[in-house]
């Protein structure tokens, strides 16, 4: 079987969504996307359930408003989208919470959790923050900015390591992605500094086509 897999494009599988009964293209959309989500309500404060109530609200949203949705090629349309509809639903968890319900997450991400939620309430009374107060969206785009480019990683090296050879992937893993000096590659692989960098080079230029591919996918690349 070929290595290289037919990727359909954002347009293609977003004009499929439109049919709520499309059960083959929604499995896609979770598949692509879900890891995403999680990373983001998760880096956002939520708990493993608030997440994964985040997500599965933010996919029944995503279902109900596609049909009125129109794609634009060239601009940030989708991301922009999807990332304020999550938004709305990590708030959404932030607000059910009781106050004896404390989730198990660390003080910097209750803050900013909490920060959501005020910002929310502050836009909902259209009450406007001093110009010198920190944004809590700003900290959110970039919550979503670097879970985007960790889950389009992600994505590009589960393709690469089902194409280059296992040996290589391993040392290109350990060096490159974990960021192991070549010593103590050389040491855990077993292997010659050559072949260290030959894996080096030969894995990434794959590394290079698969996250041009997956952007084209996940639709990055309109921004």
Do not use: C
């Amino acid at each position: 079987m070929s290595t290289e897999e037919p990727l359909p494009t954002r347009a293609s599988l977003l004009d499929r969504l439109r049919d709520a009964d499309d059960s083959g293209s929604w499995e896609e959309f979770h598949r692509t996307y879900r890891g995403l989500l999680v990373g983001v309500a998760r880096r956002a404060g939520l708990n493993e359930h608030e997440a994964e109530e985040a997500v599965q609200d933010t996919l029944i949203a995503v279902a109900k408003k596609m049909p009125e949705f129109r794609y634009e090629p060239g601009k940030d349309s989708f991301k922009g989208w999807l990332l304020q509809i999550v938004r709305w639903k990590i708030v959404d968890q932030v607000r059910r919470r009781t106050p004896s319900a404390g989730p198990d997450k660390s003080e910097e991400e209750s803050s900013a959790a909490g920060r959501l939620a005020l910002r929310s309430d502050l836009e909902l009374n259209s009450v406007v923050l001093p110009a010198q107060a920190k944004d809590p969206r700003q900290d959110f785009e970039a919550i979503w900015d670097a879970e985007w480019e960790r889950h389009l990683l992600m994505q590009a090296l589960a393709r690469v390591k089902r194409q280059a050879k296992p040996e290589q992937y391993a040392i290109y893993h350990l060096h490159v992605i974990e960021q192991r000096p070549v010593a103590e590659v050389r040491r855990t692989l077993g292997v010659s500094a050559a072949a260290i960098y030959l894996a080096k080079h030969r894995v990434g230029a794959l590394v290079k086509k698969a996250w041009a591919q997956v952007e084209a996918l996940v639709e990055r690349g309109a921004g």
